[in-house]
T-cell receptor
């Protein structure tokens, strides 16, 4: 069965620290997509990244980077030099080719202290 | 990209009443999705709304409680009927980003309902 696990319920760091949010997934499909979404206090969900199962290259976008490892079924998200504006709930999600509906993780609340 | 507007953004409702949430998209989309996010929780899909057909509901959600309309390709409504405090949640409307069924979604800002 498909499943997304975000074991970290809440993380609190001081501004400028690096922080990694973990995401572990389960799926039987060989073709699937992985996502990260950000939900700031305002409530709107913001798409951050999509990665398909055939592309294991790590991606960097500014201070954000993603490490996709099929061997461990993980898709971790790192914020470098964190800022207060990064404070939000971050969701990891999975969609399978056979059923494109998103399977959501429980979310990790990230608190960046000034 | 798609811009999604939801109304109301928040409301406080009395037990036993019903409230209709509107979702307007700035482009034509085939499928629209309604999610519920209970306080401190992740997102749960309520139903998928296709234009011209009845909505498809997920397990645990029924049409009598959450009737959905989809009169055209840019608009949908979700009604939360006979509300109870357990219905206090954020209700989110979303659409697919590319139409390629990859799961990448755009979201509205959500409608935060509090039921007293």
């Amino acid at each position: 069965a498909q499943k997304v696990t975000q074991a970290q319920t809440e993380i609190s760091v001081v501004e400028k620290e690096d922080v990694t949010l973990d995401c572990v997934y389960e799926t039987r499909d060989t073709t699937y997509y992985l996502f990260w979404y950000k939900q700031p206090p305002s409530g709107e969900l913001v798409f951050l990244i999509r990665r398909n199962s055939f592309d294991e290259q790590n991606e960097i976008s500014g201070r954000y980077s993603w490490n996709f490892q099929k061997s461990t079924s993980s898709f971790n998200f790192t914020i470098t030099a964190s800022q207060v504006v990064d404070s939000a709930v971050y969701f990891c999600a999975l969609s399978e080719w056979s059923n494109y509906q998103l399977i959501w993780g429980a979310g990790t609340k990230l608190i960046i202290k000034p | 990209s798609a811009v999604i507007s939801q109304k109301p953004s928040r409301d406080i409702c009395q037990r036993g009443t019903s409230l209709t949430i509107q979702c307007q998209v700035d482009s034509q989309v085939t499928m629209m999705f309604w999610y519920r996010q209970q306080p401190g929780q992740s997102l749960t899909l309520i139903a998928t709304a296709n234009q011209g057909s009845e909505a498809t509901y997920e397990s645990g959600f029924v049409i009598d409680k959450f009737p959905i309309s989809r009169p055209n390709l840019t608009f949908s409504t979700l009604t939360v009927s006979n509300m109870s405090p357990e219905d206090s949640s954020i209700y989110l409307c979303s659409v697919e980003a590319s139409g390629l069924n990859t799961g990448e979604l755009f979201f509205g800002e959500g409608s935060r309902l509090t039921v007293l």
